[in-house]
């Protein structure tokens, strides 16, 4: 593959995922305690007992849309791309735990591999860290 049409699908694919997830993120971040202690209540289905579950949900929250963000810029391109994996992994984890299906739970596991496909290829040329940060 050219490049240049590599460079061109990595900046469609962060902006796509990257707005998305943002719209997901917003209305858990500005949902307030009650929807963070709600959300941060999945961290049982990995086996996380400690820490206030508002913490996890908030924490979660600012991984959507914050991450979001950083995907979409490709700022910090690596550490959002695995705060999302994780927070993806937690989503499966809560909805299989719960007993849905796969099908129920598939757009955390395709979300998750897109994030997790973007943090091994990298932002590509048209990312704000390349121009932000030089090697």
Avoid at 13 to 27: A, C, E, N, S, Y
Avoid at 66 to 95: D, K, N, Q
């Amino acid at each position: 593959m050219r490049g240049s049409t590599l460079d061109h699908g990595l900046l469609l694919t962060r902006l796509g995922m990257g707005v998305m997830f943002m719209l997901h993120g917003w209305p858990k971040i500005s949902g307030g305690v009650a929807t963070w202690a709600k959300l941060g209540g999945a961290m049982r289905h990995v086996g996380v007992t400690f820490g206030p579950p508002e913490m996890w949900g908030f924490l979660g929250a600012l991984s959507e849309f914050g991450g979001g963000l950083l995907v979409a810029l490709g700022l910090l391109f690596s550490p959002a791309c695995g705060a999302l994996v994780a927070t993806m992994f937690v989503a499966t984890m809560m909805h299989l735990g719960s007993g849905d299906s796969v099908m129920s739970a598939s757009h955390a596991i395709e979300a998750g591999v897109v994030f997790l496909g973007l943090a091994l290829t990298g932002p590509g040329r048209f990312a704000l860290g390349g121009r932000l940060m030089p090697r």
